[in-house]
C-alpha cells in the first residue's frame, strides 16, 4: 500500500473493483485478497474463543463481521484520469480526497 493516490485512466462503461483491504497486488485495484484478510480475521477469533481468550464469541464475531473488507465497486461515467486513494483512509472511497496528506 503506498500514503499516494494512483492516477488512472478509466474507461467509459467499464467496471472497476477498488482495494479496501489495502492487501491487493494489483494495487489500487482488487485481486481477490480480501477474501484472505477475512478468513484470516475470522480464523483470529476463532482461535483466541478456543483458547478462552474471547468471552462472547458471538460478539466478537459480530464485530469481525461488520469489519469485512470488500472492494467498492464502480463504474466509469466517461473516459477520465482520477486519483484513486492508495492510503485507504479517504471517505470518498475509491477517490482521494487527500486525507493522505495529514498522516
Ligand atoms: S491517497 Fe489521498 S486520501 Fe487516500
Known sequence: MKKEPYLVKLEKGKNYAWC????????PFCDGSHNK??????NLIDNLADINLISDINNAQKIIADK???????EAKEDMEV????CKESNNAPYCNGTHLNS
Do not use: M, T, W
Request: hydrophobic letters at 25%; a positive charge; one cysteine or more.
Open 20 to 27: 479496501e483491504c489495502a492487501e491487493s497486488n494489483s494495487q
Open 83 to 86: 486519483n484513486l486513494c492508495g
Open 68 to 74: 469485512r473488507k470488500e472492494p467498492v465497486v464502480f
Open 37 to 42: 484478510v477475512n478468513k484470516r480475521n475470522k
